[in-house]
């Protein structure tokens, strides 16, 4: 998983180079261009930072203007990395010209190379992003002073998003200063650092607005949640995001809702941001009980859902459909691992036409050689991605061609996922190739798929980052974007957001318990923990075009986004209420109880009580 993210991050990086010009008008956000302003830790304040055994700090001692530069230290494996990003505003950018310039001084930097990025988002015929530059062919290692490097590019006019930064990847030392942007030769003027701070009548909007909740306990009654009923009305899709994928809270009250949304309001279906075949052993268990509900959850791969909350949300599941009360089905509607899918297509193919096989094991025998060439360094770079979707396409053209030979004697469904298992083999290449579907539109192709399959007036209830989940796609075509143009608003979209707190990630000592700055003024969260609700949910509609007091929160705001990666620092710009439909909010975040982390401290804590030889008596 760690060397896929870092043939992830590789992929996006870019770079810049600078532009003489007449300074243009004043610039709308304060993007902390020249590193001056520190964040909690020592951090960069304005910027997200992330990645793996590295260290990224504001640094006074060395610097090429100004009063101090960024630096971003590395001491471990080489493939390791540590990024920092932020955001930059589109509107001002669309169908013009950019440069990125910056400064970048180098240490012992071996293994990797440093550089800046830059990436241009929207929906591409094409594939992948509109326009990026991450400096592969010229970026810095080893020992170098201080040297500007610069990035051009030309904004598409239906560009969405812009995001940039700087990389590190490997051991050793680089600085990163004086950062500076041009838009069709003229110098982009950064506004002054000015948070938005709402008034008193604005807060006490929310607070009138708010509906509270005392905890997230999954076994507390219903009652304070009966005005969700109003707040969600008709809808038959409601999204849950996660601003981390390790806290505690947020995947308790998903469990909650997801118990109430089925008590009280008809939802039938879960479906989780995991790979779509695997999901169906643990389906088997809730619909039958059929196998070990633990095994299950860990053969979804990622440690992200193999949690105590998860595990306890499913054996709720296999209660409730005990009980007679209703039926609620888990399943998954991700892509990214195809070998599971890839056996589950074979074993049909085997009883169903087996004069396909020979044929149909050439073609995966490339899929299982490109994906094993993926887990090595630098995979996505050496694998034949091409060669793996060309015969993953084979083979599922030719099952959707023999559909109809199938169903004359097979089940519909069986036939169904049969087609549908070799549809997951041939998408999940696709993200990392230029002119295929990204990972999101795939995974609300598939969330389709489900509701396609289901009775008419299915109710599903969605889980999966609040990134993915949301409206705007602000920094890429989201999952949320995609079913929200076909759905519109008989989909409901819940966001999540904490103050303060800690939460289980990957970071520098490897999968563990991580914690991240506190809310800052300007924030979101920090405004609704100065409201004084501990707990509440916010239907955000409410700001749109509605009652001025609310209307501040329909804006750019600094809001926090943390994935599986640990983040010391990670405000970013959003309009939250474009975003989402609804807000979920917690003051405090606690670690999920990661039962991969459970084994990884068992058995380090077994290598540590060992005896050792000259210790025998």
Known sequence: MKKKLISLVLFFVVHSALIAGTPAPKGQDYLNLDFEQKGWKDSVKGWSIGGRSHTITVDTTEKISGNSSLCIEGKTKKNDFGVARTTFPIALVRGKKIKLTG?????????????????????????????????????PSGTSDWKKYAIELDVPPEGTGIMFGVLMVGSGKAWYDKLEISIDGKLYDQADLKPVVPTAKELAWIKKKAIPFQNANPKAPHKELMGLKKVIGDCHIVALGEATHGSSEFFKMKHRLTRFLAEEMGFTIFAIEANMTEARKVNRYVLYGEGDPKEALSGLYFWTWNTREVLEMIEWMRSYNQSGKGKIQFMGFDMQVPLVAAEAAREFIKKADSQFLPLMDKSYEQVKKSWEQIRKPNGFIKADLPKWHEEAKKVYEHMKARRDFYLKSHDFMEVEWAIQNAHIVMQAPEPYMHGKPSRDESMAKN???????????????????????????KHMSSMGSYLSGKHGQDMIVFGFAFDQGTYTAIGKEGLGVYGTSPSEPGSVEWALKKTGIKNMILDLRLTRGGEKEGRWLNQELNSRSIGAMAMDYAFGKNNISEAFDALIYFETSTPSDCLSLRKKEKLEKKEETKEKPHEKK
């Open 447 to 473: 969330l389709d798929w489900i509701l396609a399959h289901s009775p008419k007036g299915t109710k599903i209830i969605t889980w999966a980052h609040n990134g993915h989940i949301s409206r705007n796609g």
């Open 103 to 139: 400064f970048i001084k180098t240490q012992e930097l071996t293994g990797g190379h440093a550089a800046l990025w830059w990436r241009v988002d929207g929906k591409s015929k094409k594939g992948g992003s509109l326009a990026f530059d991450n400096m592969k062919d010229r970026a």
